[in-house]
C-alpha cells in the first residue's frame, strides 16, 4: 500500500492510525463556535498529523477561523500539516505553523513565545497608565 505506514515501525501493527482510517474521538468537543484562532497541536506521524486529527477537523466547522497547525516532530518539522488542514477545513485560513522537536520540548519555551508573539496570540497588556 503506498501510503502505509513507515515511521520506523508501528507501536500497534495493524492499527491505520497514522493514514488510511480515522479512529473516532471517545469524548467529541461539542462545539468550536466560540473560538476565532484554533490551535491544532499533535505528534507527526508518517509526516503527517496523527488520523484522529482528521476526525477532529472533519467534525467541526472551522469556516472564518483562523487554523494554527503546531507539532512536535523527530526531523519533519509540519510535515504535511498545512495543506491537510487546509483541505479538511475549508473555509478557515491557515495561519503560521510551529513545529519543536520532540527531544528539545523543554527548551524550547522561547522559540514558542516568539511565534506566539508573531502570530498576535500574545500580547502585552496595556499598562495601567495607558
Ligand atoms: C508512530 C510514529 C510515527 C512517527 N512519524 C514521524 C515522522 O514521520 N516524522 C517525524 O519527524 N517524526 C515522527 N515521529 C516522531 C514523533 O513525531 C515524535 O516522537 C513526537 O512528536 C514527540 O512527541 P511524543 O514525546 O509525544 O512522542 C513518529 C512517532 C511515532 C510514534
Known amino acids: 500500500m503506498a ?3 513507515c515511521w520506523p515501525s508501528s507501536p500497534v501493527p495493524g492499527r491505520t492510525t497514522t493514514t488510511g482510517t ?3 474521538i471517545a469524548t467529541p468537543l461539542p462545539s ?3 473560538y476565532d484562532t484554533v490551535l491544532l497541536a499533535s505528534g507527526i ?3 503527517r498529523a496523527p488520523m484522529i486529527m ?3 477537523t472533519e467534525g467541526h466547522d472551522f469556516t472564518g477561523k483562523t487554523v494554527h497547525p503546531v507539532t512536535t516532530h523527530a526531523m519533519s518539522g509540519l510535515g504535511t500539516t498545512e495543506r491537510d488542514y487546509t483541505r479538511s ?3 478557515a485560513t491557515i495561519g503560521e505553523g510551529l513545529a519543536v522537536r520532540g527531544e528539545e520540548v523543554r527548551d524550547a ?3 514558542i513565545e516568539s511565534w506566539l508573539r508573531r502570530t498576535g496570540l ?3 497588556r496595556p499598562s495601567a497608565t495607558g
Request: charged content about 15%; hydrophobic content about 35%; overall charge negative.
Open 3 to 5: 501510503d502505509e505506514f
Open 22 to 24: 480515522a479512529p473516532t
Open 32 to 34: 468550536i463556535d466560540q
Open 45 to 47: 506521524w508518517n509526516v
Open 54 to 56: 482528521t476526525t477532529f
Open 89 to 91: 477545513c475549508p473555509g
Open 109 to 111: 519555551g522561547p522559540a
Open 122 to 124: 500574545l500580547q502585552d
